[in-house]
T-cell receptor
Framework: GEDVEQSLFLSVREGDSSVINCTYT??????LYWYKQEPGAGLQLLTY?????DMKQDQRLTVLLNKKDKHLSLRIADTQTGDSAIYFC???????????FGSGTKLNVKP | NAGVTQTPKFQVLKTGQSMTLQCAQD?????MYWYRQDPGMGLRLIYY???????DKGEVPNGYNVSRLNKREFSLRLESAAPSQTSVYFC????????????????FGQGTRLTVV
């Protein structure tokens, strides 16, 4: 299947910005997503971006897409302790019934 | 709003035992999915169902079977459990059917933590 890669860990201080990065291999990816998983819970959609966009902002979240480099990033401004979770990058392609997930980045926010 | 409901939440099996993980959604979604989550490997798709009566293999289908009993329910069966199937299993659903257009979101259940000893 398609490869979606993320670094496994990120640690930041409360109030700083967090940037979580993701790379993918499928150039036909149509939608790219960021999901958040809190301990013991399922995944919840944070935000998504369509492949013909290069930026999307939603309150404290900014998604940047570099389609040429197949690189996606999620920036969380003013990171709070409640943002501590695992963040998954995912993509879907022409076959919209399949979602491919990265390994997840565990964000640790230190007070 | 229940969303996607999975049962059981926890299960311990002995090697060779069988069991069925249940999943139901109340959002009238067409597509349903089973994923497994392992440390450092993200979510891997086991099987999916694009509509009632159809099922397709995902990335890691070996050792599993599925049934799309009706539009609401999608069950995952382990016929002869193995320690390699120790994992957290997530069921998900989304509105799309076939080649969709427009954005979709996958809604996830809370997960089933399965241990095979």
């Amino acid at each position: 299947g398609e490869d979606v890669e993320q670094s496994l860990f990120l640690s930041v201080r409360e109030g700083d910005s967090s940037v979580i990065n993701c790379t993918y291999t499928d150039s036909s990816s149509t939608y790219l997503y960021w999901y958040k998983q809190e301990p013991g819970a399922g995944l919840q959609l944070l935000t998504y971006i369509f492949s013909n966009m290069d930026m999307k902002q939603d309150q404290r979240l900014t998604v940047l897409l570099n389609k040429k480099d197949k690189h996606l990033s999620l920036r969380i401004a003013d990171t709070q302790t409640g943002d501590s979770a695992i963040y998954f990058c995912a993509e879907s392609t022409g076959n919209f019934n399949k979602f491919y997930f990265g390994s997840g980045t565990k964000l640790n926010v230190k007070p | 709003n229940a969303g996607v409901t999975q049962t059981p939440k926890f299960q311990v099996l002995k090697t060779g035992q069988s069991m069925t993980l249940q999943c139901a959604q109340d959002m009238n979604h067409n597509s349903m999915y089973w994923y497994r989550q392992d440390p450092g490997m993200g979510l891997r798709l086991i099987y999916y169902s694009a509509s009632e009566g159809t099922t397709d293999k995902g990335e890691v289908p070996n050792g599993y079977n599925v049934s799309r009993l009706n539009k609401r329910e999608f069950s995952l069966r382990l016929e002869s459990a193995a320690p390699s199937q120790t994992s957290v299993y997530f069921c998900a659903s989304s509105p799309l059917s076939g080649q969709g257009v427009g954005n979709t979101e996958a809604f996830f259940g809370q997960g089933t933590r399965l241990t095979v000893v």
